[in-house]
Each structure stands twice: as C-alpha cells, then as structure tokens.
C-alpha cells in the first residue's frame, strides 16, 4: 500500500477549528524526504481544488481563499502532515484529500469529510 491516509474531519460549526493528519504509508517512508505533500478539497458539483502545498524543502503555498485561516506543516518524526483550520466557514465543508508526490507521481489519500454548520 502507498496510499496516504487521512483523519480528523467532522463537523464543526461556523468560526470554529479542525486539525487534519495525513500519515505516510510504510510503502513510502522511505522516501518521505523526497515528498512534495498537498491537501486538496472537493465539494458536491465542484473540481478538486488545492488547498495547500508543502514541497519537500518545506516551501508553503495557499488558495487565496483560505490564507490567513489554513496552515499546513510537517512533522518530520511522525512522519505526517497537519491542515490547521480556522475560522471556518460553511463553503469550507467538502471532502479533504492529501497527496503525497514523488518521483512524479501522485499518491492520494481516501479523503476525510469536513462539514460547517452556520
């Protein structure tokens, strides 16, 4: 298995915060120094979408629509990948998938769902 896999989704209500994890399989920890990682989201009728982008040299990137609210980090001994949220929002609420890349190819989690309630 190389899928990455996701947890910490819920349903959480307007204004508040969640915390995702992607976890690196053991097929790929070998080369997770290599890993460029991102989370990405994809709502009912919508495209999958970047959130945030962390390269392997620990360069972030961010939608506009979450800078400011999103921060995405690495925990090197843990070998896993963090989605702070805040001040979420209810056009926040979609299924949230990491990706792990490497060697050009692209590894998706089975995704986490995240809800926002006005």
């Known amino acids: 298995q190389v899928q990455p896999v996701e947890s910490g989704g819920g349903l959480v209500q307007a204004g508040g915060s969640l915390r995702l994890s992607c976890l690196a399989s053991r097929a790929i920890l070998s080369t997770f120094w290599s890993i460029n990682w991102g989370w990405y989201r994809q709502a009912p009728g919508k495209e999958r979408e970047l959130v945030a982008g962390?390269?392997?040299?620990?360069?972030?990137n961010y939608a506009d629509f979450v800078k400011g609210r999103f921060t995405i980090s690495r925990d090197n001994a843990k070998k896993t990948v963090y989605l702070q949220m805040n001040k979420l929002e209810p056009d926040d609420t979609a299924v949230y998938y990491c990706?792990?890349?490497?060697?050009?190819?692209?590894?998706w989690g089975q995704g986490t769902q995240v809800t926002v309630s006005s």
């Open positions: 990706d792990a890349e490497y060697s050009g190819s692209h590894y």
């Open positions: 962390l390269t392997s040299g620990g360069i972030t």
